[in-house]
């Protein structure tokens, strides 16, 4: 589960816990698989995948299997169906109704 702390400009405090994102949580994942297929899903025309070049992982602190090439818009497309269905239902708990699809 992901947490965060946020502080606003007038001070107040919240946490913000979003159990969808645990699965796109990577260390070293920014501009990596999951964002590269998020958008390849969202916007593909966005994604220039010739752009990636060769990179030593290592020397950043990434691993591997983060890398971008390995994206694919099959799994940006569970990715933002976890988030939906999640949001969905944190919805309906809200508000106690049920959402149909």
């Known amino acids: 589960m992901h947490s965060e ?3 606003g400009e007038d001070d107040l405090q919240a946490i ?5 994102c645990e699965s796109l949580i990577m260390e070293g994942d920014h ?3 999951s964002e590269t297929s998020l958008m390849l ?3 593909k025309e966005m994604v220039d995948m010739k752009a990636i070049g060769e990179e030593n992982y290592r020397d950043h602190g990434w691993s591997e299997r983060n890398a971008p090439e ?3 818009a099959a799994k940006g497309e569970g990715d933002v169906e976890r988030i939906i ?3 969905k239902g944190e919805i309906e708990k ?3 109704i049920n959402i149909t699809d």
């Open 5 to 7: 702390e946020v502080k």
């Open 16 to 20: 913000t816990i979003i159990p969808f």
């Open 31 to 33: 501009a990596g698989v």
């Open 41 to 43: 899903y969202l916007d």
């Open 70 to 72: 390995k994206a694919t």
């Open 85 to 87: 269905t999640y949001l």
């Open 94 to 96: 809200a508000l106690g």
